[in-house]
């Protein structure tokens, strides 16, 4: 992949990080009892902490001291 690609799947990646923010707090602050959905919400969301941590780094230059 290119640069410019990894910095738009970069950019894709944020905007559904932020998407599945917003839903778990829609969730948890209805009070419904789908804690299983939540769960399952948080868990795709550290993937994508993680997708995000993997595209950044490739992105960062490596810097000898």
């Known amino acids: 992949m290119t640069e410019e ?3 738009k799947r970069l ?3 944020r905007v559904e990080h932020r998407d599945l923010d917003a ?3 829609a969730l948890t602050s ?3 009892p789908d804690q299983l ?3 399952r919400l948080k868990k ?3 993937l994508l902490k993680d997708q ?3 595209v950044e780094d ?3 230059p490596d810097i000898i001291a």
């Open 44 to 46: 795709r969301k550290l």
């Open 58 to 60: 490739y992105l960062t």
């Open 52 to 54: 995000i941590a993997m």
């Open 23 to 25: 839903a778990i707090d």
């Open 11 to 13: 950019t894709a990646l």
């Open 37 to 39: 959905q939540v769960a």
């Open 5 to 7: 690609e990894l910095r």
């Open 30 to 32: 209805t009070g419904g």
